[in-house]
């Protein structure tokens, strides 16, 4: 060792040296080969623990799909009711004052309640899932490889609804919410892997909703078709998948709705290969013998079927299901039974009673003269100021033929374009051309009254002022008046035409709208779901402890501005209904001399005091008086009648700013000077007050031996002074035909004045020439005595209005008398006279006609 030399101890340490370095690479290379498989470690692990993680906060508030095996139990029978009263005031010593009208109970208490799918008709869930589901039976689960991001769509709508309606209680999914699709595809798969379809399908069957408070098809086939499922026919099997679909759309509340509904769910089995197409149209064709409505045995049935719904709409179907609530209506039991005694007399259910007296006391205000039984009446009383149904009986939603009243509707539209009261109409034959055809609008009567102002017209009802007032206005302007008020106006007629048959409406939805004017133009009620006021039947609700759980408080929307709704409602309301010829209805009197608004004909009669309204409509029948509204409006009457017996007169709130203006009654003008036309007081909203004076009233002179106008030319003693009409030309056929004497239009005899010495002579222009712009009168004035000359023109040929031309104390020959301006004055005829006054106090005159043609 120490023999070595110093270049062998360097390459020993450089050796050593290179083993260690070969020793750490190989270490490190090692090292570098065992990163990878540790990192994929890690990551499975953290991916592991991730995933955990993710999946228990995926589940940690999951639904139990194990619930649903208790929905039979659910849904048993529930054996509380609600009960529903009406008012009765006052009340009877040791009564309550309240009414047991109607209660309400689960239809499934007859019955099991549910309903094994092997118990049902095939037809039933053939078609259901023909048009819910057609892949239910047949459709494999889906996997998380099927999925790519669609997490709910390839999901069964049978399993989804079952998700939704019992697992998450009925709560929907916000749009993006991946952690709710993620939970509900999870759910989805469990229920597959514990259920079959079949019981996924007889679940869903028994807890559908199908409206009226019907859960399972065992309960809808009871309630539309009071049968058990098991006996449905294939139409009615149809008809209760498309309630099941659209419960809205019922045979109960929507007949054309369900009808439809019924040939789309045939056709898709016909799609589906479950029925021929021939099979289909038997299946239609075949007749569905419905069950009476719900409510139909309540002491007002009509009155409770809509109460029923609006509760529905008001507490939900499952809280109302669940029973033990204390209904306080609207209805005014006392009110009520006085309806429904007048709709029984009126259709022929009911007469008089054994001992010979009336029906009800109403019924003693009926009219002594019968008429036919019509097929079909309803009434119903509003309050306009809250909209709460006091009375209702009949159909009152069906929609009838409105007639003539869409006309206070026109007239409405008129007054909100700056039409007034007191504009001129025309009733007259008048053809107009509609589509290149010619149309007149006929009134009801056979009689035409000639020139009425807006205000008669409306009150005599005629439909060829009417017509014409919607040529100013539109049809389209009208309809929107309509709505505005709340009536739907689906389908008016064209044109002209809805003067005469105005738009199909139904008996509530037209008093609503009536009331909305009686109430200073706002409709008022319960709000609907979209926010609008409609009458209401539900004053107060609560539960069995005495709990409020729904209390009315009145909405209100301004359909028309008050000073519109105060002048149509005065309109119908006026004294001055005894129109021309005396055509007009006298309807509107009651025998208090109250006043009240009414619109009748064709079959309705709908009218209203400050405090209440009664709409009554009758038809279907025989009676050849339900042509004009005889036997509607005798109902009317006499139900109004009773009900405000013994009542305070109120009258409607006049708006401060409408103003009373004195126009003639003849034209609606203000009356000219000239002429004392008989006037009436209108009221006119602010800028719509008349400015044109009256010139259909005048006062002429004429000889009254030749009856023709008299002239300057007329002897003095001869002259008479009378006031005549003149008609619009468009009125003188008419006049002509109700024998009424025209205005006379011709002059007495016309001479050349001459003087006696000729002191006064016009020599230009010539009589009856035409005479324009500054025209120079040229003559002489003068003779013996002469003082002074005065040269003037009047109208016409009678001196009055007479205006001065030129007046001078010098005498003229033969020059120029004066220049007068023409176009100071309308064109026309005129006089122009030239008097020659004497110092004794005596004159000469000449006087020639000429014609201004500017």
């Known amino acids: 060792m120490n023999g070595m030399r110093a270049t062998d101890i360097i390459r020993l340490r450089r050796a050593r040296q290179a083993g260690r370095r070969a020793r750490r690479g190989s270490r490190a290379l090692a090292g570098a080969a065992l990163l990878p498989a540790l990192l994929v470690m890690i990551v499975l692990v953290a991916g592991l623990a991730g995933g955990a993680a993710a999946l228990l906060a995926l589940t940690r508030d999951l639904p139990a799909v194990e619930t649903l095996r208790d929905l039979p139990g659910h849904f048993r029978p529930i054996t509380a009711t609600t009960r529903l009263y009406a008012g009765e005031e006052p009340a009877t010593a040791g009564a309550s004052g309240r009414v047991l009208i109607d209660e309400i109970g689960d239809p499934r208490l007859d019955s099991a309640g549910w309903v094994a799918l092997d118990d049902l008709p095939p037809v039933v869930p053939t078609a259901y899932l023909a048009v819910v589901d057609p892949q239910f039976m047949a459709a494999a689960p889906s996997t998380f490889a099927a999925l790519r991001g669609a997490l709910t769509s390839r999901d069964s709508p049978v399993i989804q609804e079952l998700i939704r309606d019992h697992l998450r209680g009925g709560a929907v999914g916000a749009a993006g919410d991946t952690r709710r699709a993620w939970q509900d595809w999870l759910l989805a798969r469990q229920m597959e892997r514990l259920y079959s379809r079949e019981q996924l399908l007889a679940w869903t069957l028994n807890t559908r909703y199908f409206g009226h408070l019907a859960y399972g098809i065992e309960a809808a086939a009871r309630v539309y078709f009071a049968k058990g499922a098991a006996d449905l026919t294939p139409g009615e099997a149809a008809l209760l998948v498309a309630v099941a679909r659209d419960p809205a759309a019922n045979p109960f509340d929507d007949p054309a709705g369900a009808r439809r509904g019924q040939e789309a769910v045939l056709s898709a089995l016909v799609a589906a290969g479950a029925l021929t197409v021939e099979e289909?149209?038997?299946?239609?064709?075949?007749?569905?013998?419905?069950?009476?409505?719900?409510?139909?045995?309540?002491?007002?049935?009509?009155?409770?079927?809509?109460?029923?719904?609006?509760?529905?709409?008001?507490?939900?179907?499952?809280?109302?299901?669940?029973?033990?609530?204390?209904?306080?209506?609207?209805?005014?039991?006392?009110?009520?039974?006085?309806?429904?005694?007048?709709?029984?007399?009126?259709t022929g259910r009911t007469g008089q009673t054994s001992s010979g007296g009336p029906a009800c006391p109403a019924a003693d205000l009926l009219p002594a003269v019968t008429v036919s039984p019509t097929g079909a009446a309803a009434i119903v009383a509003l309050d306009p100021a809250t909209g709460a149904i006091a009375a209702l009986a009949g159909d009152v939603t069906t929609a009838h033929p409105g007639g003539a009243l869409v006309r206070p509707l026109i007239y409405l539209t008129a007054l909100s374009r700056g039409y007034t009261a007191a504009t001129l109409t025309l009733d007259v034959p008048t053809v107009y051309l509609q589509n290149g055809r010619p149309y007149t609008p006929r009134n009801a009567d056979g009689h035409y009254l000639g020139p009425l102002r807006l205000r008669q017209a409306l009150a005599a009802d005629r439909a060829a002022p009417a017509a014409q007032v919607l040529g100013w206005v539109g049809a389209e302007r009208v309809v929107a008046t309509a709505r505005a008020l709340g009536l739907r106006a689906d389908e008016p007629a064209a044109g002209l035409a809805l003067a005469e048959e105005g738009f199909p409406a139904g008996l509530l939805e037209m008093s609503a709208a009536l009331a909305a004017v009686a109430n200073r133009g706002a409709l008022a009620g319960a709000a609907d779901t979209l926010g609008q006021p409609r009458p209401t039947t539900i004053r107060r609700v609560t539960d069995g402890g005495g709990a409020v759980a729904y209390a009315y408080e009145p909405v209100t929307r301004e359909a028309l501005a008050p000073e519109l709704a105060y002048l149509l409602t005065d309109m119908l309301a006026g004294r001055d209904a005894a129109c021309p010829a005396e055509v007009c209805p006298a309807t509107s009197e009651l025998p208090d001399g109250r006043r009240a608004a009414l619109v009748a004909g064709d079959g309705w009669a709908v009218g209203a005091t400050p405090e209440r309204l009664i709409g009554v409509w009758a038809g279907g029948g025989a009676s050849p008086a339900m042509d004009n509204g005889e036997d509607a409006g005798s109902l009317w009457r006499s139900l109004m009648a009773w009900a405000t017996v013994d009542t305070p007169a109120g009258d409607w709130l006049r708006p401060t700013t409408l103003r009373p203006v004195e126009v003639c009654a003849a034209s609606g003008l203000l009356p000219s000077r000239a002429a004392d036309c008989p006037t009436v007081r209108e009221w006119f909203a602010p800028g719509t007050e008349p400015s044109a004076v009256d010139t259909m009233t005048r006062e002429v002179a004429v000889n009254r031996e030749t009856g023709r106008l008299a002239t300057i030319f007329t002897p003095p003693q001869l002259v008479e002074r009378r006031v005549v009409t003149d008609y619009p030309p468009e009125a003188a056929g008419w006049a002509t035909a109700q024998g009424i004497a025209m205005p006379p239009a011709e002059y007495d005899t016309i001479r050349r004045i001459t003087t006696r010495n000729g002191g006064a002579t016009i020599t230009a222009p010539e009589p009856w020439s035409v005479v324009s712009g500054q025209w120079s009168v040229v003559g002489s004035a003068g003779g013996e005595g002469f003082s002074t000359y005065r040269l003037a023109y009047f109208p016409g040929l009678w001196p009055e209005a007479m205006g001065i031309i030129a007046e001078g104390s010098a005498p003229v020959a033969a020059g120029e008398l004066g220049v007068w301006d023409t176009t100071l004055v309308a064109d026309g005829l005129y006089t122009v006279l030239l008097t020659v006054f004497r110092g004794d106090g005596t004159f000469d005159e000449v006087a020639i006609p000429v014609t201004v043609g500017n």
């Not at 007749?287 to 002491?299: C, E, N, Q, R, Y």
């Not at 009509?302 to 209506?329: H, I, K, M, N, Y």
Request: hydrophobic share 50%; glycine share 6%; net charge negative.
């Open 280 to 346: 289909a149209a038997t299946v239609l064709a075949a007749p569905l013998v419905l069950a009476p409505p719900p409510g139909s045995t309540s002491a007002a049935p009509d009155f409770a079927r809509l109460a029923r719904r609006e509760l529905e709409r008001s507490l939900g179907p499952e809280r109302l299901l669940a029973g033990g609530w204390q209904v306080e209506t609207t209805l005014d039991w006392a009110l009520q039974t006085q309806a429904a005694c007048l709709i029984d007399i009126q």
